[in-house]
């Protein structure tokens, strides 16, 4: 099932009128500063919990975005006061010359430019990154064992993750930021191997509560194990304190520090407690939909109008409608909540 375009949310426009200037907000006042561009919905991997191990139906070529059309939707929704933007997928290292798209966007001036990659291409690629101004990278990595992290990710090797952390670091960029998704009975026996890792090597693990955004649906509440436990299991061997506020800090990570000053770990509690007041962010999919949450029933297609001669006043109008439709919350812990027609590596995690 194809995503529904979707037109303003009806019940909240008729009661607010939504700016056409100032900040990019939505209709509960929450300012976006943070775009997720996905390059491509193509992965070289297989992760269980995202893509289907077979029969993958990519997208065609024609319905991507070229660079020029992605630097041009970046460059609007900079101008609206969008600050931070990350590449995602998809796994964005397969897309030919993503240096160049890199080069692009470091031109317009974002203050943040980042990467989520599954590390397979980064060993190669990243003294280019970082020539073209990629500031950071997140490595995913689900498992510290060999054997379960081929079958977890289905394809790829363990090894070649980790010396594309060590490489990216070598090329200058600051310690990597290593994504876990816990998945209890398959890999939450190694959450304390996982913050000894962070401990070691300095590299913030994120611990990430598995989504129900896997293609092979085989996703279940019993299977989260929550950001909760996976602290106070961390806790009792080596304490933590926070580190950061949600009031004030609308990264999705909430971050404690070791109490022995040996770095820190962060926990991703999309599912146990949501963070969607302080949600700063807005998606653009590799074939050009704006999506304003994960979640997201509906998209704004922003392919059309770029390829119609709109202009940039038109761009930012979309982006402006597609910011103001958010709903207040994700909804997965509602009776109703149905998952997106989309999964994660369509969508840009
Ligand atoms: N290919 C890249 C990678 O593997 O990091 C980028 C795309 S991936 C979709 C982005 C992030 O989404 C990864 O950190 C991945 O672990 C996470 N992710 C994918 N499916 C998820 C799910 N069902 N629940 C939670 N996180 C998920």
Same mark, same amino acid.
């Given at each position: ?87 995602? &997928? ?170 022995? &000053? ?88």
């Amino acid at each position: 099932m194809r995503p529904v375009p979707i037109a303003l949310s009806p019940q909240r426009t008729a009661a607010l009128a939504m700016p056409t200037t100032g900040p990019l907000v939505d209709s509960f006042g929450r300012v976006h500063t943070d775009l997720r561009i996905s390059v491509t919905d193509r992965c070289n991997l297989r992760c269980v919990y995202c893509m289907p191990e077979e029969g993958v139906a990519w997208l065609p070529r024609a319905e991507i975005l070229t660079f020029e059309e992605i630097e041009r939707v970046a460059s609007v929704a900079h101008e609206l006061g969008v600050d931070s933007v990350r590449l995602t &997928g998809g796994e964005p290292l397969v897309r030919a010359d993503v240096t160049d798209l890199v080069a692009r966007l470091g031109r317009i001036g974002f203050s943040d430019l980042s990467m989520t990659t599954n590390g397979t291409g980064l060993a190669r690629l990243a003294p280019a990154l970082v020539a073209a101004g990629l500031k950071r990278v997140n490595v995913s990595c689900d498992s510290l064992k060999p054997e379960r992290f081929a079958s977890i990710r289905r394809r790829g090797a363990l090894a070649t993750v980790l010396e594309a952390m060590d490489a990216a670091e070598a090329a200058g960029l600051p310690a990597v930021k290593v994504n876990v998704v816990v998945i209890a009975g398959v890999n939450d026996d190694e959450i304390l191997d996982l913050a000894a890792f962070s401990r070691d090597t300095g590299r913030i693990v994120r611990f990430i509560e598995f989504m129900p955004l896997d293609a092979d649906e085989t996703w279940e509440r019993a299977k989260v194990v929550p950001g909760e436990e996976i602290l106070a299991r961390i806790n009792d061997v080596w304490p933590l304190e926070p580190a950061s506020e949600r009031a004030v800090d609308p990264a999705p990570a909430d971050r404690y520090r070791f109490l022995d &000053g040996r770095g820190e770990i962060g926990v991703i509690t999309s599912v146990s407690r949501a963070f969607c007041g302080s949600c700063n962010r807005l998606r653009l999919t590799a074939d050009g939909a704006i999506r304003n949450c994960l979640f997201a029933i509906g998209e704004h297609p922003v392919r059309d109008l770029l390829r119609s001669g709109a202009s940039d006043a038109e761009l930012a109008l979309l982006v402006r409608q597609a910011v103001w439709a958010k709903r207040a919350g994700h909804g997965i812990n509602d009776p109703s909540f149905l998952r997106p027609a989309r999964s994660m590596s369509m969508i840009g995690g």
